[in-house]
């Protein structure tokens, strides 16, 4: 079975200073990687996921995160955060085959980002 | 396009009161359809998964049960509620093909008291 770790449950950052949120896997199978953002009271939104090719992958909102098999890993990063990016962000994997698509998350780490 | 909606967004409920949630998706067709639970600082734990009418699979042993009674509908039901149910419940859905992500609706945040 899989496992996520995300090794920060928060991270305070001031604006535009540079963030890295990280995460690391577990798993004896190849897996799809994925970063979830949480605003409060809402669902999961889709920042970026990585399924194969480029291990550099970009999403929204100026958000990147690249995969490393060797130290499985897939930290997410943004050069320059602002006060909207206060959130809470889930890592999560799931197994690049079989029937059921079952996303495994982290804890999550709350990304506070003060003025 | 594809939507999921999700209700109550809110709910308080007694000890020992039932529990149903409702979860339906629109704009595709047999998707598998999960609910979870975000208890706080804990992530997101996977309570049940479904791959098509009347299939369901738990993962966590509990008082909670769910069903799908139509291709595109997952309810999420108790007859008893206990204290610990408390929590944020996610509906979520994602396509058959391998490679897609799961969307997830807005929640609903259930308080037993």
């Known amino acids: 079975a899989q496992s996520v770790t995300q090794l920060d449950s928060q991270v305070p950052v001031f604006e535009e200073a540079p963030v890295e949120l990280r995460c690391n896997y577990s798993?004896?199978?190849?897996?799809?990687l994925f970063w979830y953002v949480q605003y409060p009271n809402q669902g999961l939104q889709l920042l970026l996921k990585?399924?194969?090719?480029?291990?550099l992958v970009k999403g929204i909102n100026g958000f990147e995160a690249e995969f490393n098999k060797s130290q499985t890993s897939f930290h997410l990063r943004k050069p320059s955060v602002h006060i909207s990016d206060t959130a809470e962000y889930f890592c999560?994997?799931?197994?690049?085959?079989?029937?059921?698509?079952?996303?495994?998350f982290g804890s999550g780490t709350q990304l506070t980002v003060l003025p | 396009s594809q939507t999921i909606h999700q209700w109550p967004a809110t709910l308080v409920q007694p000890v020992g009161s039932p529990l149903s949630l409702e979860c339906t998706v629109e704009?595709?067709?047999?998707?598998?359809l999960y609910w979870y639970r975000q208890a706080a600082g804990r992530g997101l734990q996977l309570l049940f998964y479904?791959?098509?009418?009347?299939?369901i699979s738990s993962e966590v042993p509990q008082n909670l049960s769910a069903s799908r009674p139509q291709d595109r509908q997952f309810i999420l039901s108790s007859k008893k509620l206990l204290l610990s149910d408390s929590g944020f419940y996610l509906c979520?859905?994602?396509?058959?093909?391998?490679?897609?992500?799961?969307?997830f609706g807005q929640g609903t945040r259930l308080t037993v008291v």
């Open positions: 979520a859905w994602s396509a058959l093909t391998p490679n897609t992500e799961a969307f």
């Open positions: 798993s004896s199978v190849s897996v799809y």
């Open positions: 990585y399924l194969s090719g480029s291990t």
């Open positions: 999560a994997v799931s197994l690049s085959s079989g029937s059921a698509r079952q996303l495994t």
């Open positions: 704009g595709t067709s047999n998707p598998n």
């Open positions: 479904s791959v098509g009418i009347g299939q």
